[in-house]
């Protein structure tokens, strides 16, 4: 029975800072248009996405291997999840993530949670508020409702991922952002603004895996989310790939 705990590399990697994560489901049914997961598990094409987006189900051997892995203490809070949500439309499998996020928590180990899924998230905060290691955070991108239901068909809104993220500081659970892919740097940054109270630390990257991104002034936005953060006192940190888009010097 193969390890369900990896260690992200590449992008990811900067996310979980050689941490462990795990990828508890196959597909993911938010349908994001610029979703780069049926790519990286080799379902490339219209078809690949198609079949990718039109159900959850859970990997083999779930809770089995979970277990196996959190039998030791991990170091690190444990990354959900880089392709798929714990959070999907499909609510049928929360129960599922509430059984993953119990093995983790009662093996003394600590979760680190990113979604798009907003106040789908809530139920679970009594598992999250037990251990100050424990952190969530929402994936933003717009703040207009149709171009969110443009992109992203399933996801929570915006304004119900900010909800998450308030119930959550509310409740005393860290929080964070993922502000990628930048599709708009207008909307990003408004996202920026309005998550402010709401969220502990911003992690900012850009648009990958689209030619479009190219049409982007990387220079500009990295420059006006830098003063952004700074006037709101926010701790940040940028990407990697969106400091060499800006031309940042990295020596």
Sequence with gaps: M???????SGRAGEY????YAANIFSGCDHGCRYCYAPAAKWMKGPEGKVKFHASVT???DLFA??????AEKIPDPIFLCFLCDVYPANHDVHGLTRSILKIITDSGNAVNILTKGGTRAVKDFDLLVKDPRNKIGAT?????NDLSRKWEPKAAL????????SRAKDAGISTWASIEPVISPKESLRAMYFAAPYVDEFKIGKWNHDPRAEEIDWGKFYQDAKNL????????????DLLEAAGVNLS
């Design 16 to 19: 979980q800072d050689k941490g």
């Design 2 to 8: 193969r390890p369900i705990l990896y260690t992200p």
């Design 140 to 144: 933003l991108t717009f703040m207009d």
């Design 65 to 70: 291997r979970m277990s196996k892995d959190c």
């Design 58 to 60: 859970a990997v083999p």
């Design 158 to 165: 915006p304004d119900d991922r900010l909800q998450m993220l």
């Design 229 to 240: 953060m700074e006037h709101l006192g926010k701790k940040h940190m940028f990407k990697k």
